[in-house]
């Protein structure tokens, strides 16, 4: 692997650029390089290799009812990266239409290399499912909805 060459100009206006939107993280990828400029109190910048794996397309997440957050919505606990299976390829823990039970698992946070699972508060039906594999979420975010 060569070695990383960093723009520290690239940086500080990725960082500037954060300031500016109010978003907590930007992440770039040219061909097997990738640079991901977080705000966490301070900017702090970690280059790393992409991965190797190509990474299955997105699924489309639904919307969110228009007026307002829904008495339902499970909100993330933590800021982390959500995934909505339990590996790769496999099915999902939930979808729109299921019904779910009282601490069944709704989906994944990976926050700092541990997995954690996001039981669901009550039993219901999910209405919604407001994230899409693979995304990053800030703490407070809507996640899914559960009627």
């Keep these: 692997m060569s070695k990383f060459s960093i723009d520290e ?14 978003l ?29 794996a190509a990474t299955p397309p997105a699924v489309p997440s639904q919307e969110a009812p228009a007026a307002g957050p829904h008495p339902g919505t499970v909100t993330s606990p933590m800021v982390g990266t959500v995934y909505l299976a339990p590996e790769p390829g496999a099915k999902p823990f ?39 594999d693979g995304m990053p979420v800030e703490f407070g975010e809507p996640l899914v909805v559960v009627e």
């Design 94 to 132: 939930v979808q729109v239409g299921d019904t779910v039970r009282e601490g069944q698992t709704l989906l994944i946070i990976e926050a700092m290399k541990v997995m954690n699972n996001l039981p669901s508060p009550r039993a219901g039906t999910v209405s919604a499912v407001l994230v899409d």
């Design 9 to 22: 100009e690239a940086i500080r206006k990725l960082a500037e650029l954060l300031q500016e939107t109010g």
């Design 24 to 52: 907590s993280e930007i992440e770039i990828e040219d061909d097997d390089r990738r640079l991901r400029v977080v705000r966490q109190g301070a900017a702090v910048a970690a280059a790393m290799p992409a991965p190797v």
